[in-house]
């Protein structure tokens, strides 16, 4: 029988599948079959459901085959866990109850001696490959909703990071590469889980050992899984901790591979704090950068410059150094997008123009650098032309000098820029137009450059002042939406998936910048908005049409404007995971066996936009697929809500992507809940979540002095203006998560201020549309009792409540 099991698995075809798929999961669930002969069956059936998936049948089997798990046979678990794992993939419901026959196998393993398992460890390590295996089954599930089973993985999970900081039994390569691959994978559970901050710091750490660790395979998974962590936002702090070894790594690693992990690391864990630094080691290796991930590095720095650019001459300064160093990797979308930003901001455009024009005195210019300094000269040249040394004449001249090393469309570009200093400065007009004016101009035989010669020189000649400086103003800002470099970078990095949210790497709305798109030439003033508005690009996209008025239950917008069914409760844990992101951003919201709802999302000041991913787990379509929000009538009054709509068809395996357009009118208590509706497999599925959007949201956090502090808390000290908790801790009191979660939560947090050095203090502002509300907190614990004190004062009442409420969850 093993033989014929192994004849039948090794030809693998279709016509074996439709002859035995039906015999084989028999034979497997036998309660006289042989180990060796389960393990055969076991191995079959996989190669048989990987060749032809549709032909192996679900049924009675499939609910004996998860006790396989508890076989005593390690064979026999091993081959099972392989079957279960590819099976779970894809039908996850009829699977589910092998999480906790896995947990309590692992458990036994992990705690086990080497000796226990003698005929399956391997030099030392019990049974690395049944655990590796094991470890991936659960990736397949969330975390488990029973506490006892939860409680056991961690033990697990901590035992595995616990035996990697043991000293090795053996000096054998064999040795650490088992040992290595359990901990990898163990990391790879926590860092899906990502509801543990205790364990993720400890992963953190570990992988930080592993950075400067003698073999090369090492460093890259440990640079490879810091990337993952460091989207996560009580790790981010962690890994940020290791910020010169990952740059020494960029400096010194000899493997490109391992080079371009670090440059993914880089980007992953920059925020605010060190974007300067970041910015300025990747435009140092950039010189000497492998041409094969130049282009990759260049989207990076623009994209980081551009996010975290508190001052933005900086900004300005870093990607004319870009094109510069890499020019010819400096993508049309990179160049655009310094140019509208410069539009778009007042106060960086004289500064711009200053840099161009010094710039363009060098020798050799990289053609890039020639079209934004033809641009930006174009629009604000008169802003330096005071100057002696930057006069009009010696503008046009050096700009023209480069004229003849550009191609046809920088030259079509220079022309426009010609044009319009035609307008800006009329003294140096007849020198144009003799440029205009000559053979290598109107007989030019480049269609467009010929054209825009004869029509400008027209132009310039016929035209009055007055007409003349309507047609050639000043461009108008650009309208404001997602960085088309962001979008470049995801094409280039291929589509991303409902758990792949790393390039929304905690961006949070205190440490991004908003950006601007490209628009026409030709756009208008009238239909744009001013530069500071919409900094999230929330008027991209126009509202959804409103329908009939909302009814009191309070139905905000039904995508789709189908009568809807009736909404169903709240989904078991939908709480708890509303909680975990009151200090967080993005990860998973929601997960049961057919359904992800994955959250990215960013706020500035009182505007907010976030990104909701629906990931269809299963094989077959969701058909009618309806999400709709929903708020009570005094959320709708405080809470502004504008969405997309998405398809209503999502395939199997695919996910769709809804963006949602935040603006705080007032201060609120409530959340809005996301419904969503669709049909599987004929089967009508309703599920609701609690959407995290929070008070704490539009927290702009705000630095102070200690004593600042103190005389604004003495200001507040009215009753009505605090609020204070005394509540029992319910996680473990570590210093680092407590500054990350209020950190997360949105306020400055303030060192050396309270007299107390284990106290917390923090200070921040909520904006809303109606007014700024000043917010002080103080979080005191004791350690001895497990208790801590929690006091809020804010300018309002209501504030200070709400504020309250959603922090002390935390601890």
């Not at 825009?452 to 800002?477: C, G, K, N």
């Not at 979008?487 to 998936?497: C, D, E, V, Y």
């Not at 917010?775 to 200070?800: F, G």
């Amino acid at each position: 029988m093993g033989l014929a099991l192994h004849c039948i698995a090794n030809v693998g075809s279709r016509e074996m599948a439709e002859a035995f798929a039906a015999d084989v999961p028999r034979i497997l669930v036998a309660g006289d079959t042989m180990d060796s002969v389960k393990q055969s069956a076991a191995l079959c059936l996989l190669r048989l459901y990987r060749t032809s998936p549709d032909l192996v049948p679900m049924g009675d089997w499939t609910s004996r085959v998860v006790h396989l798990l508890n076989d005593q046979h390690l064979g026999v678990v091993t081959a099972a866990t392989s079957l279960i794992t590819t099976l779970a993939q894809k039908n996850p419901e009829e699977f589910k109850t092998s999480v906790s026959l896995a947990v309590s196998r692992l458990s036994r393993i992990v705690t086990s001696a080497s000796t226990d398992l003698q005929d399956y460890t391997y030099y030392f390590v019990p049974a690395p490959w049944l655990s590796v295996k094991l470890l991936r089954l659960l990736q397949c599930y969330p975390p488990p909703e029973d506490p006892a089973v939860r409680g056991r993985l961690t033990e697990c999970l901590e035992t595995i990071l616990n035996k990697a900081q043991e000293p090795p039994k053996s000096k054998k390569v064999q040795h650490s590469n088992a040992k290595n691959a359990v901990l990898f994978e163990a990391i790879s559970l926590i860092i899906h889980h990502d509801s543990e901050p205790n364990l993720l710091v400890r992963a953190c750490n570990q992988l930080g050992q592993f950075l400067q660790h003698r073999e090369t395979n090492l460093r890259y998974l440990a640079l490879e899984s810091m990337c993952t962590l460091a989207s996560s936002e009580f790790s981010h702090e962690a890994v940020k901790t290791h910020i010169e070894t990952v740059i020494n790594a960029l400096k010194t690693e000899r493997d490109v591979s391992v080079r371009q992990r670090a440059v993914d690391l880089l980007y992953a864990m920059c925020d605010r704090s060190n974007a300067q630094q970041i910015v300025a080691e990747m435009l140092s290796y950039l010189e000497t950068a492998d041409y094969s991930i130049r282009e990759e590095i260049v989207l990076k720095v623009a994209i980081l410059a551009e996010k975290y650019a508190v001052d933005y001459t900086w900004y300005v300064d870093t990607i004319l150094n870009l094109i510069r160093i890499a020019g010819d990797y400096v993508s049309e979308e990179v160049w655009y997008r310094v140019i509208q930003i410069v539009i778009n901001r007042d106060d960086v455009q004289g500064y711009a123009a200053k840099t161009v024009f010094e710039a363009l005195q060098a020798p050799a210019c990289h053609e890039n650098l020639v079209k934004v300094g033809g641009y930006i000269l174009g629009e604000f040249g008169n802003l330096i032309a005071g100057d002696p040394r930057s006069s009009p004449l010696i503008q046009f001249d050096l700009l023209h000098s480069k004229f003849h090393l550009c191609g046809a469309p920088t030259r079509a570009l220079l022309l426009s820029t010609y044009i319009k200093f035609v307008n800006l400065f009329p003294e140096v007009k007849t020198t144009i137009q003799d440029v205009l004016r000559s053979d290598s101009q109107l007989r030019n035989a480049d269609v467009e450059l010929q054209q825009r010669a004869v029509e400008y020189l027209r132009l310039s000649t016929v035209a009055s002042t007055d007409i003349l400086a309507t047609v050639l103003e000043e461009m108008p800002p650009f309208p404001e939406r997602e960085s088309s470099i962001l979008a470049k970078l995801k094409k280039k990095k291929g589509p991303s998936t409902v758990m792949d949210l790393e390039e929304a790497k905690r961006e949070r709305g205190s440490d991004v910048n908003g950006g601007p798109e490209p628009a026409p030439a030709g756009a208008s003033a009238a239909s744009t908005p001013s530069p500071s508005a919409d900094l999230l690009g929330l008027g991209a996209a126009p509202p959804v049409p409103a329908g009939p008025p909302p009814s009191s239950g309070g139905l905000l917008v039904d995508v789709f404007s189908d009568s809807p069914s009736a909404v169903a409760p709240l989904a078991p844990g939908s709480e708890d995971n509303f909680a975990r992101f009151v200090c967080k951003n993005n990860g998973v919201l929601f997960e049961n066996q057919l359904l992800q709802i994955g959250l990215k999302s960013e706020f500035r000041q009182n505007l907010g936009r976030m990104f909701i991913f629906y990931g269809n787990k299963t094989s077959t379509q969701f058909l009618h697929f309806t999400p709709t929000l929903i708020c009570s009538d005094d959320l709708q009054a405080s809470l502004s809500l504008q969405t997309k709509p998405v398809d209503p068809t999502v395939d199997g395996g695919a996910q769709v992507q809804q963006a949602v357009n935040i603006e705080c009118v007032s201060d609120f208590a409530e959340a809005p809940v996301l419904n969503i509706q669709f049909r599987y497999g004929g089967t009508f599925q309703n599920v609701s979540v609690k959407l995290p959007i929070t008070l704490n949201k539009f927290f702009q956090p705000t630095e102070m002095a200690s004593q600042d502090f103190f005389q604004r808390w003495k200001q507040l000290s009215s009753p009505q203006q605090e609020v204070q908790s005394i509540f029992r801790a319910k996680h473990p009191m570590d210093t680092e998560i407590t500054k990350a979660k209020i950190i997360g939560f949105g306020s400055a947090l303030l060192e050396e201020v309270d007299p107390n050095p284990a106290n917390f203090v923090g200070a921040g502002i909520i904006h809303t549309k109606t007014t700024q509300i000043g917010c002080l907190l103080r979080l005191e614990p004791n350690l001895q009792a497990q208790m801590y004190r929690l006091t809020l004062r804010t300018s309002k009442e209501s504030v200070s409540q709400r504020l309250c409420e959603l922090l002390s969850e935390q601890f």
